[in-house]
């Protein structure tokens, strides 16, 4: 079936340095990607999101490239801060605004 | 973006009783709201999805009769855990999408549902 990897955390950071968060899929048909951030006591939120081959998604300094010959979409920041916190999931669709499948997300903590 | 809540945010109950949450969309009228389980350090699992004004589709393995969903206006659904026992302590999400199939999904934050 379809399904989401992540990299397990935690991820411990110095402010300033550059972010990679893993992610691979597998997904029998063509799936929509995207990264969800959860901040502390709060709802996840998109952060950003790629719907076909080679598409990169962008959003707050964060990046994605979907992947399609590795199936991946790894989440890159060129230079943390610590307001960057949160736990980052990376999940897929196959149909877009359809049912979404989540990796088991990675938790960034970001140090001054 | 649009907001969604939740309510309540923390409950604590006995083992046996039922527990009411609801998902409200608070600024725009939510055709299709999922209900997410998340255990600690793992992903959050879909457990169903509601429409409006019809009955909830339920993934595999979760018990309809135990999680009981209404989504009865476009601005609520509810989601009761019927005769909670310990092993329902979890926290359930739940998210909004306005429109259909090509929406994004609006989350909220969570309920932290404790049975002792």
């Known amino acids: 079936g379809d399904s989401v990897t992540q990299m397990e955390g935690p991820v411990t950071l110095s402010e300033e340095a550059f972010l990679t968060i893993n992610c691979t899929y597998t997904?029998?048909?063509?799936?929509?990607l995207f990264w969800y951030v959860q901040y502390p006591g709060e709802g996840l939120q998109l952060l950003l999101k790629?719907?076909?081959?080679?598409d990169k998604g962008s959003n707050k300094g964060f990046e994605a490239t979907y992947r399609k010959e590795t199936t991946s979409f790894h989440l890159e920041k060129g230079s943390v801060q610590v307001s960057d916190s949160a736990v980052y999931f990376c999940?897929?669709?196959?149909?877009?605004?359809?049912?979404?499948?989540f990796g088991q997300g990675t938790e960034l903590s970001v140090k001054p | 973006g649009a907001v969604v809540s939740q309510h309540p945010s923390r409950v604590i109950c006995k083992s046996g009783t039922s527990v009411k949450i609801e998902c409200r969309s608070l600024?725009?009228?939510?055709?299709?709201m999922f209900w997410y389980r998340q255990f600690p350090k793992k992903s959050l699992m879909l457990m169903a999805t509601?429409?409006?004004?019809?009955?909830?589709?339920?993934e595999q393995g979760v018990e309809k009769d135990k999680f009981l969903i209404n989504h009865a206006s476009l601005t609520l659904s509810t989601l009761t855990v019927t005769s909670a026992h310990p092993e329902d302590s979890s926290f359930y999400i739940c998210?909004?999408?306005?429109?259909?199939?090509?929406?994004?999904?609006?989350f909220g934050p969570g309920t932290r549902l404790t049975v002792l």
């Open positions: 999940a897929l669709t196959i149909n877009q605004g359809g049912k979404l499948i």
């Open positions: 600024d725009f009228q939510a055709t299709t």
């Open positions: 509601s429409n409006e004004g019809s009955k909830a589709t339920y």
């Open positions: 790629a719907t076909k081959a080679d």
């Open positions: 997904a029998t048909g063509y799936p929509s």
């Open positions: 998210s909004a999408r306005a429109g259909t199939g090509t929406g994004e999904q609006f």
